[in-house]
Nanobody
Framework: VQLVESGGGLVQPGGSLRLSCAAS????????MSWYRQSPGKERELVAS????????NYADSAKGRFTISRNNAQNTVYLQMNSLKPEDTAMYYC?????????WGQGTQVTVSS
């Protein structure tokens, strides 16, 4: 099983990034997928989630209106489009797959928002 995140980097405040998470080794279309983030000294927090079929999405209050989660089950990939980025969005972003009691995590991709 692998979840491989990409798309992180350094961006100026107000900029955009699109994170991708490529999944392999499990039945991707059966899993709800989520993006979490963690900053130094803080707990990992849920940013956004999407149901297995992509019908239902949920967002943290901090992400509503700025971030969009989507998935392509044919390509086993989940995305996080992040717009209007703020310095407080700086964190390591992790991809998560969950089905019942089975949970998979990626290794993370760093997002730094700074001028």
């Amino acid at each position: 099983v692998q979840l491989v995140e990409s798309g992180g980097g350094l961006v100026q405040p107000g900029g955009s990034l699109r994170l991708s998470c490529a999944a392999s080794g499990f039945t991707f279309s059966s899993y709800a997928m989520s993006w979490y983030r963690q900053s130094p000294g803080k707990e990992r927090e849920l940013v956004a989630s999407i149901s297995s079929a992509g019908v239902t999405t949920n967002y943290a209050d901090s992400a509503k209106g700025r971030f969009t989660i989507s998935r392509n089950n044919a390509q086993n990939t989940v995305y996080l489009q992040m717009n209007s980025l703020k310095p407080e969005d700086t964190a390591m972003y992790y991809c998560n797959g969950k089905r019942f009691n089975t949970i998979y995590w990626g290794q993370g991709t760093q997002v730094t928002v700074s001028s």
